[in-house]
């Protein structure tokens, strides 16, 4: 039943991740008060320690989950050793949970320069600005790069730093949850065979 209608409630029948995450998501823009984008992305660091941080979803296809970030930020680099990451999407007015893992790939300069443009331009200035998860100094530090930018840049475009980027998680598992009383819940995974199909496991609760 891969095309039967995907209600809010029954998420069982559904063979293909992609689109039933997508209608997860729809909801979760009608429902969620801020950020309905908004997922935890964990990774590890050189040293095998977990981080997790929350981000913002920006695009999604049958390819995969992006975000972007500056490279040289800590979980840039950290994905840059491992190239793999974990997300985990909370919709708690929905009572619902989708966790992603898989293998990492950079977006193209492409899909980078066309996001970032779209960016306020306070934001394409932040990004020049901003050394990400360095130590700083103080906060005038940050306004005083601000201002040099922003002098640098006054009118026109903006160009996007090389150190600026996107990811794309490509998922291997899948895994949806739905509050069910007494705990009782939905939990429905989807698995990538090697051949690109999408297999399907319901696990206890």
């Not at 729809?26 to 309905?36: G, I, L, Q, R």
């Not at 390819?63 to 490279?71: A, Q, R, S, W």
């Not at 909370?90 to 950079?106: D, F, N």
Request: glycine residues 6%; contains cysteine; charged residues 25%.
């Amino acid at each position: 039943m891969a095309n039967a209608p995907l209600t809010s409630d029954d998420f069982t029948e559904s063979a293909e991740p992609f689109d039933l995450f997508a209608s997860w998501l729809k909801d979760a823009e009608a429902s969620e008060p801020n950020d309905p984008n908004a997922m935890a992305l964990a990774t590890v660091d050189p040293d095998g320690l977990p981080d997790v941080r929350m981000v913002l979803l920006k695009g999604f296809d049958h390819e995969g989950f992006v975000f972007y970030t500056n490279l040289e930020s800590q979980k840039g680099r950290e994905i840059g050793v491992s190239m793999k990451a974990a997300l985990c999407f909370h919709w708690k007015s929905l009572r619902r949970q989708v966790r992603v893992r898989g293998p990492v790939e950079r977006v193209s300069d492409a899909e980078a320069d066309a996001y970032y443009a779209s960016r306020p331009r306070g934001s394409r200035i932040g990004a020049w600005a901003s050394k990400q998860s360095r130590p700083l100094e103080s906060r005038f530090a940050l306004e005083k790069a601000v201002a040099e930018y922003t002098a640098k840049y006054p009118l026109g475009a903006i160009p996007r730093p090389a150190h600026w980027s996107g990811f794309r998680i490509v998922p291997k598992t899948i895994e949806f949850w739905h509050d069910r009383p007494f705990r009782l819940h939905d939990r429905i995974v989807f698995t990538r065979s090697e051949g690109g199909g999408w297999g399907k496991t319901r696990l206890y609760p």
